[in-house]
């Protein structure tokens, strides 16, 4: 499985960014998709969620109302739409995936890198 994330760069406060996840390796049925995010000096923190095989969505409260998580299952691409992007918001984005449910995601891409300057 590869997780390729893009997308990341340097934006303006209350700008926009779109993240890209390029997921291969397998088919993505069962599995949830995600964003995660770590900040300097800080622990990496879940931001958004998806279902592959349904709608379903989660958010972590610091984001809901201005990042919007979706899929393009032809593509097998995810993506996250920042909006009303904050200073705090910088941070270095990771894509990850998982069949389990559990606490723990199974795979991991790379990180890309989001700097929000005030």
Request: proline fraction near 2%.
């Amino acid at each position: 499985v590869q997780l390729q994330a893009s997308g990341g760069g340097l934006v303006q406060a209350g700008g926009s960014l779109r993240l890209f996840c390029a997921a291969s390796g397998r088919t993505f049925s069962g599995y949830r998709m995600g964003w995660f995010r770590q900040a300097p000096g800080k622990e990496r923190e879940f931001v958004a969620t998806i279902w592959w095989s349904s709608r379903i969505t989660y958010y972590a409260d610091s984001v809901k109302g201005r990042f919007t998580i979706a899929k393009d299952n032809a593509k097998n691409t995810v993506y996250l739409q920042m909006n009303s992007l904050k200073p705090e918001d910088t941070a270095v984005y990771y894509c990850a995936a998982d069949r389990s449910g559990g606490q723990v995601w199974d795979y991991w891409g790379q990180g890309t890198l989001v700097t929000v300057s005030s």
